[in-house]
Every structure is written in C-alpha cells, then in structure tokens.
C-alpha cells in the first residue's frame, strides 16, 4: 500500500507535470507526500595544483532559496491531502535517494527530464542515477506526446 510519497520538483514544467500525476495518486490513495526540491551546489573545478578552484556558477542565493519555497508552497496548496514541504542543499539525484531512504517513503514521483532542454535521451541524469539508486520503486513520468 501507498502510504508516503516523495515528489521531487526542479522548477520545470515536467516536474509540475510529474508532481499533479504525483499529487492525484496521493489523493486516491490517502498518502501523505513530501515535496522535495534539491538546490544544487555549484560545480566547483580544480584549474591547477598552486591556482586552487574555480566555480562554474554562481553560489545559491536566499533569493533562489524563496523562488523554491513559492514553488514548493503553490504545488501544496491545493494538494487536498498532508504535504510536507523541504528544500535541500546539495546533489539532487543523491539527495532524492538518501531522503526516501530516511523516510521509508513507498514511491518516489519525478519527470523523465527537467529543466535541460535536450531531447535526445528519453531520462535526464537525475532520473536515470534515481531510478538505478533509489531505495523503492520509482514512478518517472513522461508528457503525453502531442
Ligand atoms: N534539483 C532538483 N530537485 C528536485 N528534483 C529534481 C531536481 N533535478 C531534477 N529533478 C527531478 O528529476 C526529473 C528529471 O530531471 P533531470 O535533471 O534528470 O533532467 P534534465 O534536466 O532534462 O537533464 P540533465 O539535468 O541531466 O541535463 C525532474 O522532472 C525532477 O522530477
Ligand atoms: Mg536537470
């Protein structure tokens, strides 16, 4: 039986998507849900022995924080059954993986891509390392082709 779900949403319109699908399994089956939405640290590369580190990207900041938080709370809102919401700091698929082990959820939802705009593989990297890694079974929704 389907008592807790993780969803975990990247701010892309496929993860909405995953999340509704998410959220409406949720309600059929009574499950609590915990939305999850990992704010990755930015890479850091080694450019030399003496030179120390570059990061690719700039740091996370509190406003990238509150853009994660609306998001998580706007999903929420009309969910019709217990959400709990987190945003967490670090590798996404590691920490969609670790989080469902904590929590003994029985489902993990996520899109089959996210915010990266290519389309030649049907997963993104955060799909396919959750699906080989995660602790339970994983439900990766893909759109409905037009
Ligand atoms: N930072 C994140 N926080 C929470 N969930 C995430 C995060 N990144 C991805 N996901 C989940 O994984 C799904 C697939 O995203 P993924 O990142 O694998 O695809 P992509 O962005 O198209 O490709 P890639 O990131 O490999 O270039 C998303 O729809 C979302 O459910
Ligand atoms: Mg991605």
Redesign the pocket.
């Known amino acids: 039986m389907i008592q807790h779900l993780l969803i975990?949403?990247?701010g892309?319109p496929?993860?909405h998507h995953?999340a509704n699908q998410g959220l409406g399994l949720a309600r059929q089956t009574q499950a609590k849900v915990t939305l999850?939405?990992?704010l990755?640290a930015p890479p850091v590369i080694p450019v030399g022995p003496l030179s120390g580190y570059v990061m690719t990207s700039p740091p996370r900041t509190e406003a990238d924080l509150e853009r994660a938080r609306t998001e998580l709370n706007s999903l929420a809102e009309n969910a019709a059954v217990p959400v709990e919401t987190r945003v967490e700091l670090g590798s996404?698929a590691d920490v969609?993986c670790e989080l469902a082990e904590r929590l003994s959820v029985d489902l993990v939802v996520?899109?089959?891509?996210?915010?990266?705009a290519?389309t030649r593989w049907l997963?993104?990297?955060?799909?396919?390392r959750?699906v080989h890694h995660a602790p339970c079974p994983v439900l990766v929704v893909r759109e409905r082709k037009r």
Request: net charge negative; proline share 4%; no cysteine.
């Open positions: 975990a949403v990247d892309s496929s993860s995953a999850l939405f990992v990755e996404p969609i996520i899109g089959a891509r996210g915010l990266s290519g997963l993104g990297s955060v799909s396919d959750v």
